[in-house]
């Protein structure tokens, strides 16, 4: 990392910005003395996993909060999209944005499905119906839709071509808890969707994750695989692997999911003082979302347009690295130019041409509870005096 730091960020006296790290991603907490109350309960019940009152109670509020028919809770969602695609029956070829966290492609390659990369709207950032339909082939068994940053994929036209070809599809809906789409939650589309509730999503259960549903066979059929493919106490009917959450995570999740508008609160008013702070700085835009569809505002993406900013995206976070604040690549880099896809395939069957754009000029900035408006004013602060072209860069001491 370059050691230069910004000659006018003197003017934070020499010292970085912020005395301490400012991540991106870092745990809302909730409620501490209800999840307190919680975890005595559990220990007094001696009842730590195993489909546990709480999980009971977590699938029950999760399923009536989305308006979905089955939940099923998981240890997490890599895992939950490995039991879903198992119990699809997928095989051959499934296709998938690049665009995404590694986790959705490994899910597949995992259970020897062979993801193919799919570029995503330059606009939405979510995958791109017209060239799923160029990728399909007698292999396709499935479609993967990531609602990228909690924004709805094209369900309408994805569901569209689904059915023309007689695949299923999964929607990696790990950024997308209390999103909706035209006042509809997100969790009933598709054949299911599979939510993340790891420590830095926007709901968390330290590790965790969910599958909604409305399928009544499918949600028999993935409660099976979780455990083990167990039907009694002695009996085993499938493979199955352990996917199930302990009581300890259902603890946490209840008491975030009684905490939820407040979270939903802070991260707007943290959005909206972004807005504030980089309105008139070229060449950062602020990542915008259509106003019928609610959006949890977890993560606050920049797209950096190198020339109007004067230097580009990775310099970037190398500056405001130096000042404590980990903005992150996001994603970075595409699942296609990581291990083992580049390998097998070095060049992608169709060109990702935004997906490759976008990987190249995207951060992400803190928000959150860990954040307020005044970190944010500090935060947007550093990107104007960054701007090249208006400040020079020196050499910092340290
Ligand atoms: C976080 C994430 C996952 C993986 O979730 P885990 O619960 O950590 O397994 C999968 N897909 C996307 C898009 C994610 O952001």
Redesign the pocket.
Known sequence: MAKERLEDLAAFGGLPAFAEPLHVGRPNVGDRKRFLERVEGMLDRRWFTNNGPLVIELEEKVASYLNVKHCIL?C??????QMTIRALGWKGEVIVPSF?????AH?LAWQEVTPVFCDVNPRTHNIDPAEIERLITPKTTGIIG???WGRPCDVDSIGRIAERHDLSVIY?A??AFACERANRKIGGFGNAE?????A??FFNTF???AITTNSDALAERLRLIRNFGFVDADTVKALGINGKMSEVSAAMGLTLLEGLDQLLGTNQTNYEAYRRGLTGIPGLSLMEFEAENLNNRQYIVVEVDADAYGCDRDRLVEILHQENVRARRY?YPACHRMEPYVSRDPVPRRPLPATEHLTASLMTLPTGTAVGPNEIQTICRILRLARAGRHSLGNAPG
């Open positions: 998981a997490n969602a890599t895992i939950a999209l995404t966290f590694v986790a959705t899910a990531v609602h990228v990696d790990a950024h599979v939510f993340s509730f790891h830095t999503k590790e965790g994750g994603f």
